[in-house]
């Protein structure tokens, strides 16, 4: 049996930044992910210098966290750990853009490979141990249970790449979507389905819709980055500075389960925006892990919306080279608008972004689905060239 060693060395180093909580709970194992780590940084820079390339998104990415890191130096934040994460987000950024850029369709394959990996795994792990690895109660009374990806409210940042990025390869890969796409598909639903996490619900539930309903049909052509824009911003402004639920009521109350004020999600949102208008420029660094909004002496939360949290940390310093690389990926698949794929990820991409109007997710979740839609036009390119050599 031939073992193409490049790609499975590719697997190894590329998950070594996407470490599962669990593996963080056991100190030799996580010292371990550590060193790997740092054999994939240097690699990396190794193999960018051979190839006298410019990774332009890893770059803009680490202007982004060296904006974070002067705001963390000014209010006297926790330094240590941003540089800790920020090198983990830098290298995973490095690791895809260098592997996307060169390889196209290798890349996709093993994104595809890791991302279902977690998936199933973590859908085995809660099966088999529904209490977790840990379970304790939080200062507000309720019980956390910590499973294999985290907590359950966070598994949206792997479960829901991995099905863009499934469904993007059969596409690429089989010119359909085929079944193993449908089988991660229904245990991502599955998964959701049995936390109830309201905001992945509504995540899968519009991917399945527009797979179903709009992917062939004529509605397929209300799907294009300027019409997506315009409903994107018109939502985070009436959700988020005018907090005008009403018009949602019947599918947050009746459907979600959930109250108008999203388990008090917009008075964080009052309180995120009001620190935000004190210090708009710079932010306020990495503080208190992250968690900048006090609601009692012993209750402390994040923003719960991903572009306020960006905003907290960064300011619009941090969040303008986000909105470049958005700008970008427009730009570079603006000529190929009308492929299925390109439809696809953009509503996907739209998917994504409405989830975090209400959930701070880890950056990897906002960043490989930028990655992608800044190389598509080179995936699409060698999909072409793959399906002639066929």
């Not at 997506?228 to 639920?245: D, G, K, R, T, Y």
């Not at 979600?256 to 999600?265: E, H, I």
């Not at 986000?322 to 390109?342: A, G, M």
Request: net charge positive; aromatic share 16%; proline share 2%.
């Amino acid at each position: 049996m031939y073992i193409n060693f490049k790609v499975v060395g590719s697997i190894i180093l590329l998950f070594s930044f996407l470490q599962p909580e669990y593996f963080s709970s056991n100190p030799i194992v996580h010292m371990g992910f550590n060193v790997l780590r740092i054999i994939a940084i240097i690699t990396g820079l190794v193999i960018m210098l051979k190839l006298r390339q410019v990774f332009y998104i890893t770059f803009i990415i680490t202007i982004f966290y060296l904006t974070v890191g002067v705001a963390t130096i000014i209010n006297g934040g926790d330094l240590a750990e941003l540089l800790s994460n920020s090198i983990l987000i830098i290298g995973f950024v490095m690791w895809v853009e260098l592997l996307l850029r060169n390889y196209p369709i290798r890349a996709l394959q093993i994104l595809n490979f890791i991302f279902a990996s977690l998936t199933y795994i973590n859908l085995l792990f809660f099966l088999v141990f529904p209490n977790g690895y840990n379970n304790y109660y939080s200062s507000t009374g309720l019980l956390v249970v910590r499973y294999f990806l985290g907590v359950y409210n966070q598994f949206a940042a792997v479960l829901i790449p991995a099905v863009i990025i499934s469904v993007i390869y059969s596409l690429i890969r089989y010119k359909k979507i085929c079944l193993s796409t449908w089988v991660l598909i229904s245990s991502v639903v599955f998964t959701f389905m049995y936390f109830w996490s309201a905001t992945s619900i509504l995540g899968i539930g519009l991917i399945i819709f527009y797979l179903i309903f709009v992917h062939k049909g004529l509605l397929k052509y209300f799907v294009n980055y300027k019409i997506l824009s315009i409903c994107f911003i018109a939502l985070f402004i009436m959700v988020v500075f005018a907090n005008n639920l009403s018009i949602f009521a019947f599918i947050i109350e009746d459907i979600l389960n959930k109250d108008l004020t999203l388990s008090t999600r917009t008075r964080i949102w009052e309180v995120a925006i009001q620190m935000i208008s004190q210090s708009p420029f710079m932010g306020y660094g990495f503080l208190e892990g992250g968690r900048y909004i006090f609601i009692s002496h012993s209750i402390e939360r994040n923003a719960h919306n991903m572009f306020l949290q960006i905003l907290l940390q960064g300011g619009v310093i941090a969040l303008s080279t986000v909105i470049l690389i958005i700008t970008i990926v427009f730009r570079r698949i603006s000529t190929f608008r009308n492929e299925k794929v390109v439809r696809f990820f953009l509503f996907s991409m739209f998917i994504s972004f409405v989830m975090m109007l209400s959930e701070v997710y880890s950056m990897t979740f906002l960043l490989v689905v930028l990655l992608i839609g800044v190389y598509l036009p080179n995936i699409l390119k060698a999909g072409d060239i793959a399906t002639k050599k066929v």
